[in-house]
T-cell receptor, first 113, second 113 residues
Framework: DAKTTQPNSMESNEEEPVHLPCNHS???????IHWYRQLPSQGPEYVIH???SNVNNRMASLAIAEDRKSSTLILHRATLRDAAVYYC??????????????FGAGTRLFVKA | KAGVTQTPRYLIKTRGQQVTLSCSPI?????VSWYQQTPGQGLQFLFE???????NKGNFPGRFSGRQFSNSRSEMNVSTLELGDSALYLC????????????FGEGSRLTVL
């Protein structure tokens, strides 16, 4: 099963951009790259996902390396509400057709006012 | 639209007992997946169901089982509870097995004494 590697923690100043990296060197061609974040005492919340091309939505941008062995979640202007644990996830669509979701350890993002 | 509902939210069991956790997905969602979250191991995939069929299973012993009903509601069962089964059990639903976004519930926190 493909794994992801993320830094344990990162710190950002409020209203500055944040780049959260994720390495997934053993990614397969059918693995989707997902990002979720988890606030204390809550379930994870979807942020963004992609397969090969860079993706943008209202929450963030996802930059995927050309070889797909790494990706970066970009929060354009961090706010205090963005302080959370961010998980880079691979969803493997092989095999029986279902997805086996593999979580990394996550990056705890601290945002300073 | 109502989110993913998990019951019970908190429960305490003793070693050797069994427990059943319930998950009601978002209306219209046919895929349900389960995860175990512990401080030591992080978020780990348990299994995924789609249209009442288990499509994928994580690396957990046979004491962990689940099922999905025709209305897409899902249950997971843990038999012969061990202290190490103490965890937050999270359920997530998605519209189809190939749809990216997972919607998570708030989890069921199980304590085994």
């Amino acid at each position: 099963d493909a794994k992801t590697t993320q830094p344990n923690s990162m710190e950002s100043n409020e209203e500055e951009p944040v780049h959260l990296p994720c390495n997934h060197s053993t990614i397969s061609g059918t693995d989707y790259i997902h990002w979720y974040r988890q606030l204390p005492s809550q379930g994870p919340e979807y942020v963004i996902h992609g397969l090969t091309s860079n993706v943008n939505n209202r929450m963030a941008s996802l930059a995927i390396a050309e070889d797909r062995k790494s990706s970066t979640l970009i929060l354009h202007r961090a706010t205090l509400r963005d302080a959370a644990v961010y998980y880079c996830i691979l969803r493997d669509g092989r095999g029986t057709g279902g997805f086996k979701t593999i979580f990394g350890a996550g990056t705890r993002l601290f945002v300073k006012a | 639209k109502a989110g993913v509902t998990q019951t019970p939210r908190y429960l305490i069991k003793t070693r050797g007992q069994q427990v059943t956790l319930s998950c009601s997905p978002i209306s219209g969602h046919r895929s349900v997946s389960w995860y175990q979250q512990t401080p030591g191991q992080g978020l780990q995939f348990l299994f995924e169901y789609f249209s009442e069929t288990q499509r994928n299973k994580g690396n957990f012993p046979g004491r962990f089982s689940g099922r999905q009903f025709s209305n897409s509601r899902s249950e997971m069962n843990v038999s012969t509870l061990e202290l190490g089964d103490s965890a937050l059990y999270l359920c997530a639903s998605s519209q189809t097995e190939n749809t990216g976004e997972l919607f998570f519930g708030e989890g069921s926190r199980l304590t085994v004494l």
